[in-house]
């Protein structure tokens, strides 16, 4: 089945800067769109950053001119390049995909197991 891995989370004082990488693998046929979603204990997932596979982008309000999502040429893997971090960045962050394993599977939300991010004050 596909697997959604990410990397790159990790310490970093205010004002710093991180670099997520995640990559899909096994079995599929297209992606739609790629994105990263961050949540908070106690809180609702929310969205932070999306790429669909024609390139179009779309970000949370709160991370607008500091946050920057790309893919590479395969559209299974996709990065955040996260600067100018605040303390209110700080949650886990999560991977996800949408889309299908073949032309008779229905498109699907595919989910990363998350990695943290810290901001210091």
């Known amino acids: 089945q596909v697997q959604l891995v990410e990397s790159g989370g990790g310490l970093v004082q205010a004002g710093g800067s991180l670099r997520l990488s995640c990559t899909a693998s096994?079995?599929?046929?297209?992606?739609?769109?790629m994105g990263w979603y961050r949540q908070v204990p106690g809180k609702q997932r929310e969205l932070v950053a999306s790429?669909?596979?024609?390139?179009?982008?779309n970000y949370a309000d709160s991370v607008k001119g500091r946050f920057t999502i790309s893919r590479d040429n395969t559209q299974n893997t996709t990065y955040l390049q996260m600067n100018g971090l605040k303390p209110e960045d700080t949650a886990v962050y999560y991977c996800?995909?949408?889309?299908?394993?073949?032309?008779?599977?229905?498109?699907?939300?595919?989910w990363g197991q998350g990695t943290q991010v810290t901001v210091s004050s």
């Open positions: 996800n995909a949408f889309g299908r394993e073949s032309t008779w599977s229905f498109y699907t939300n595919y």
């Open positions: 096994g079995r599929i046929f297209s992606i739609t769109r």
């Open positions: 790429i669909t596979s024609s390139t179009n982008t």
